[in-house]
């Protein structure tokens, strides 16, 4: 059943068609959503032939198949890797048990919110990415936008799916729930903060693909251990099209980076925005920002909710299988705490800190995107470092929240943050200068004069290809 049936009205490998009422269900959801894709999605390029890929099999290799297709047409469906035979709860006082294959009824209610939690940033991305369309720096990033755009649509049916068929008639209110929510609307706000920040120009956008994208990814890596196996089926084909998305954040910023160490090179003794490009302190703020508000993303550092979803089987590591013991009932983790004066350390049960030990492979991985840039500053010999901020620094969730830290961790007054906000955070005047440069490039093969073109294309197009046809 690995195979994709795209002869149906909703494409699927989960054998749809057997279950007429889960069938009429979603067929009845699908107009809404595509309803919310029109007035949500994508402004002003809907009639528009995008070179997308789509899903054809959920085998590791050979997915995907790339063609053009305009964006309300593209094929969203229902797609999970398939069984590999009975698996296993891999971790909890679970362990060692058959997955389930049915929400087990005493964890209903906390099963539910993880799925709308996750399933509820999906559209939320693609709300505050509905304007980049029409500034983007060429049709590359234009097709790659409408890529990350297209596939966080697909992952909103992927959680939809989980809804409509494991939690009845609240698991359908649920799914409208999530069309009704609005990315920065003050009244049906999207569940959580970073989703509800505005991300009105590409340096945005590329950091929020880096930094958000990424934080979904270990969400993703972590409830692809879940018990519950659909919703692990579901998270490890969510993953392989997660990917592309932290590519077009990595590189989009080596991009900008590369083309602003050339612009520096060109004309050593002026200011690179004398020039068109963005300065890299300018960047840095950028990741600044971004950075620390995925961070609050991975909620809490002592949390309860943590460890009743890790006890329950829910909600797992990243990459359980790594470690030795998946029940860690006596172990501890030594995290940070902030009295509001002092830092000091305290050993907390490991199943509380399980939010803490996802977000640190989530640094970790950021690290090394970090020296990627650096890489890029490097090899044009300016001697810039970007730094990836401590993560004290502009919090609003967890053990940090409210406090003031600089980018490097150190504990400053009000005054003090107050006058650093300039030099840590975007300025007003960093905003409107990056909104400045954001003018549409549409013809193929040419790029925006603040960043450099990719190394090479989609699926090995040649560089003057055209992706998007307008
Ligand atoms: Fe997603
Ligand atoms: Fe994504």
């Given at each position: 059943?690995?195979?994709?049936?795209?002869?149906?009205?909703?494409?699927?490998?989960?054998?749809?068609?057997?279950?007429?009422?889960?069938?009429?269900?979603?067929?009845?959801?699908?107009?809404?959503?595509?309803?919310?894709?029109?007035?949500?999605?994508?402004?002003?390029?809907?009639?528009?032939?995008?070179?997308?890929?789509?899903?054809?099999?959920?085998?590791?290799?050979?997915?995907?198949?790339?063609?053009?297709?305009?964006?309300?047409?593209?094929?969203?469906?229902?797609?999970?890797?398939?069984?590999?035979?009975?698996?296993?709860?891999?971790?909890?006082?679970?362990?060692?048990?058959?997955?389930?294959?049915?929400?087990?009824?005493?964890?209903?209610?906390?099963?539910?919110?993880?799925?709308?939690?996750?399933?509820?940033?999906?559209?939320?991305?693609?709300?505050?990415?509905?304007?980049?369309?029409?500034?983007?720096?060429?049709?590359?990033?234009?097709?790659?936008?409408?890529?990350?755009?297209?596939?966080?649509?697909?992952?909103?049916?992927?959680?939809?799916?989980?809804?409509?068929?494991?939690?009845?008639?609240?698991?359908?209110?649920?799914?409208?729930?999530?069309?009704?929510?609005?990315?920065?609307?003050?009244?049906?706000?999207?569940?959580?903060?970073?989703?509800?920040?505005?991300?009105?120009?590409?340096?945005?956008?590329?950091?929020?693909?880096?930094?958000?994208?990424?934080?979904?990814?270990?969400?993703?890596?972590?409830?692809?251990?879940?018990?519950?196996?659909?919703?692990?089926?579901?998270?490890?084909?969510?993953?392989?099209?997660?990917?592309?998305?932290?590519?077009?954040?990595?590189?989009?910023?080596?991009?900008v980076v590369r083309r602003t160490c050339e612009v520096m090179n060109e004309h050593p003794d002026a200011c690179p925005s004398e020039h068109g490009a963005i300065p890299l302190e300018m960047i840095q703020r950028y990741i600044n920002?971004?950075?620390?508000?995925?961070?609050?993303?991975?909620?809490?550092?002592?949390?309860?909710?943590?460890?009743?979803?890790?006890?329950?089987?829910?909600?797992?590591?990243?990459?359980?299988?790594?470690?030795?013991?998946?029940?860690?009932?006596?172990?501890?983790?030594?995290?940070?705490?902030?009295?509001?004066?002092?830092?000091?350390?305290?050993?907390?049960?490991?199943?509380?800190?399980?939010?803490?030990?996802?977000?640190?492979?989530?640094?970790?991985?950021?690290?090394?995107?970090?020296?990627?840039?650096?890489?890029?500053?490097?090899?044009?010999?300016?001697?810039?470092?970007?730094?990836?901020?401590?993560?004290?620094?502009?919090?609003?969730?967890?053990?940090?929240?409210?406090?003031?830290?600089?980018?490097?961790?150190?504990?400053?007054?009000?005054?003090?943050?107050?006058?650093?906000?300039?030099?840590?955070?975007?300025?007003?005047?960093?905003?409107?200068?990056?909104?400045?440069?954001?003018?549409?490039?549409?013809?193929?093969?040419?790029?925006?004069?603040?960043?450099?073109?990719?190394?090479?294309?989609?699926?090995?197009?040649?560089?003057?290809?055209?992706?998007?046809?307008?």
């Amino acid at each position: 059943m690995t195979g994709i049936d795209y002869s149906q009205k909703i494409p699927n490998n989960v054998d749809l068609a057997s279950d007429k009422r889960l069938q009429r269900a979603l067929e009845r959801w699908q107009p809404d959503y595509i309803n919310w894709w029109r007035d949500m999605g994508p402004s002003d390029f809907n009639e528009n032939d995008v070179y997308l890929r789509t899903a054809v099999s959920v085998e590791r290799d050979g997915w995907a198949h790339f063609d053009y297709v305009k964006m309300p047409d593209y094929r969203w469906g229902i797609f999970l890797t398939p069984h590999e035979g009975e698996r296993q709860i891999g971790f909890g006082d679970h362990f060692g048990e058959t997955a389930w294959q049915q929400v087990p009824g005493e964890y209903r209610n906390w099963l539910r919110r993880l799925i709308v939690t996750q399933a509820d940033t999906e559209p939320a991305s693609v709300e505050q990415q509905r304007l980049l369309g029409l500034t983007a720096p060429s049709l590359y990033d234009l097709r790659n936008l409408f890529q990350v755009n297209v596939e966080e649509g697909r992952h909103l049916w992927a959680m939809v799916y989980l809804l409509h068929s494991y939690f009845g008639k609240d698991g359908r209110e649920e799914a409208d729930e999530l069309l009704q929510r609005r990315s920065g609307n003050a009244d049906q706000p999207r569940i959580l903060t970073t989703f509800n920040e505005p991300c009105e120009d590409w340096l945005s956008f590329f950091c929020f693909t880096m930094f958000t994208d990424r934080d979904g990814k270990y969400q993703l890596l972590s409830l692809a251990e879940s018990g519950f196996d659909p919703l692990a089926r579901s998270c490890r084909f969510m993953l392989t099209e997660e990917a592309h998305h932290m590519f077009v954040g990595q590189t989009g910023i080596a991009r900008v980076v590369r083309r602003t160490c050339e612009v520096m090179n060109e004309h050593p003794d002026a200011c690179p925005s004398e020039h068109g490009a963005i300065p890299l302190e300018m960047i840095q703020r950028y990741i600044n920002f971004w950075a620390a508000s995925s961070l609050d993303l991975f909620g809490a550092e002592v949390s309860s909710n943590s460890a009743n979803f890790f006890a329950a089987g829910l909600k797992g590591r990243a990459y359980e299988d790594k470690y030795e013991d998946h029940l860690v009932k006596d172990d501890c983790y030594e995290l940070e705490r902030w009295d509001g004066e002092r830092i000091t350390r305290e050993q907390v049960p490991l199943r509380n800190a399980m939010n803490e030990v996802l977000r640190d492979g989530y640094v970790d991985e950021n690290l090394k995107g970090v020296e990627y840039w650096n890489r890029e500053c490097e090899k044009a010999g300016i001697p810039f470092r970007f730094a990836y901020p401590h993560r004290r620094f502009n919090r609003t969730i967890g053990e940090f929240a409210g406090a003031r830290f600089d980018p490097q961790g150190n504990a400053v007054s009000e005054a003090d943050w107050q006058a650093g906000q300039r030099v840590w955070l975007p300025t007003p005047e960093d905003k409107a200068y990056v909104k400045s440069l954001m003018r549409p490039v549409t013809e193929p093969g040419k790029f925006a004069g603040w960043i450099a073109p990719p190394l090479r294309g989609i699926n090995s197009q040649a560089a003057d290809f055209e992706y998007v046809k307008l």
